[in-house]
């Protein structure tokens, strides 16, 4: 798929030096992302469909694509580094407090069966 010679950005070189063949899919997905932001976005359905699909499954890379290819900032490793730092915390943050909400949910759940007449 991917049209190696034919990279844009200097993020997609610096995440390509990053990645072994074994992972190839992840740097053509990048290109693809790539193309379709360079060429000012998605033309046709199919297009729209694909870029969001690379905009929800690597929503760190397709800000660092955009933001080179519109402002002209290349992001170094180190900056996707931190933010992907930051997102992985974000998240671990979300999946914590959706654990601990269920559990309440749960003993809330518990403490009415049994206020109702229900065995334990």
Do not use: C
Request: glycine fraction near 8%; proline fraction near 2%.
């Amino acid at each position: 798929m991917g049209n190696y010679g034919g990279i844009k950005t200097q993020f997609v070189r610096d995440r390509m030096k990053e990645t072994a063949w074994a992972d190839h899919v992840y740097i053509d997905h990048l290109i693809a992302a790539e193309k379709l932001i360079a060429q000012g976005g998605a033309k046709r359905w199919t297009e729209g469909m694909a870029l969001g699909y690379y905009s929800q499954t690597y929503p760190i890379e397709v800000r660092a694509i955009r933001q080179e290819l519109e402002k002209g900032k290349v992001t170094t490793p180190e900056e996707f580094r931190k933010w992907v730092k930051a997102v992985k915390k974000k998240e671990r943050r979300a999946r914590e407090a959706s654990q601990r909400a269920r559990q309440q949910q749960a003993e809330r759940d518990r403490d009415r069966w049994l206020e109702l007449g229900g065995r334990e």
